[in-house]
């Protein structure tokens, strides 16, 4: 993306919390405005569990954004540490882009997040952005932009399409011309403040979420257990996809191994892509009992108290 001329003659800098209720977009925009894929995207709710920076440098500024997991209504403990992680990130940023579908009218979460926002302890600037514009007419758009307003009356609105990466200029225009001034805080070269461990995790359990049905992709975590560079132009990778109930581990396996395979092909091919080399990998199936629900169990898989 090409950087908004004649903004303004300082630098400026500042985080910004991407925020939304699960499957609205938030990962999909992230990566479009960053031009690059950094975090995992798939059709179901809850794809991000962690916050991750996505570090967009440009002349003038850098904005990093700060990819959240969609606040909702936890069913389990790791839902409610996704939570706690989201509303931590809005009480440490410079800016709040607050994602919606726009093609629905808002709903329960919905109405719940703003209201978060609307307590927060301090005055940051909100953009909401209506994604998903492309799902719905123009009488709809209206009117749930108009509904969207008037909960929160104070944001700016801006309505897009993050699969057609329509309108990311303006949003990069709007974002820094609310940001404070500073200096960068990341070299202009990097983009996420992840290690290529957890993006390769992130992408395998990406491959999980498109390959099978709604009941199981949630239940999974993912573990890398060797990451070695054979030399420049391979790398071999073992992981460990962790169930919790035997039933959902035959799934998993599928008849004769293949819904395994299928998910492994999915994922080297994903990170052959973005790592640029040749990858060797290798996964095994466990069984760890309701880890959602164990404290040691999410500790163990990088969720931290």
């Given amino acids: 993306m090409e950087a908004v001329d004649n903004l303004t003659q300082h630098y400026k800098s500042g985080f910004v919390a991407v925020m939304g209720q699960p499957n609205v977009g938030k990962s999909t ?3 479009a405005l960053l031009g690059t894929k950094i975090a995992a995207v798939s059709p179901w709710p809850q794809t991000t569990r962690k916050r991750q920076m996505g570090i967009l440098t440009l002349e003038q500024a850098q904005i990093i954004f700060v990819d959240t997991p969609g606040v909702h209504q936890p069913l389990h403990k790791l839902g409610e540490r996704m939570n706690k992680e989201a509303l931590e990130v809005l009480e440490e940023c410079d800016y709040a882009l607050l ?7 808002p709903g329960e979460e919905d109405q719940m997040l703003i209201e ?10 909100i953009l909401m952005i209506l994604n998903k514009i492309d799902l719905a007419n123009d009488i709809t758009l209206l009117a749930n932009q108009a509904a969207y307003q008037a909960l929160l009356p104070r944001a700016n609105t801006l309505m897009i399409s993050a699969t057609q990466e329509d309108n990311l200029e303006e949003i990069v225009f709007k974002l820094v ?7 960068p805080f990341f070299p202009e070269d990097q983009l996420t403040d992840l290690y290529e461990r957890e993006i390769v995790a992130d992408l395998i359990r990406e491959a999980v979420l498109h390959h099978l049905r709604a009941e199981v992709p949630h239940s999974i975590a993912v573990r890398i257990d060797e990451y070695k560079e054979r030399d420049q132009e391979n790398l071999y990778i073992a992981a460990t996809l962790f169930v919790e109930r035997e039933s959902q581990k035959g799934i998993v396996i599928g008849q004769g191994g293949i819904m395994l395979k299928n998910i492994g092909t999915a994922a080297r091919q994903k990170i052959e892509a973005m790592m640029g080399s040749k990858v060797f990998l ?9 880890w959602r629900n164990d404290e040691t169990a999410l500790r163990q898989f990088g969720f931290g108290a």
């Fill in 282 to 290: 290798s996964l095994r199936i466990k069984v760890q009992k309701n």
């Fill in 116 to 125: 978060t926002l609307t307590k927060l302890k301090r005055s940051i600037p």
């Fill in 177 to 183: 011309s609310g940001l404070p001034e500073g200096p």
């Fill in 99 to 105: 994602v919606v579908d726009g093609s629905q009218a």
């Fill in 29 to 31: 925009l992230v990566n």
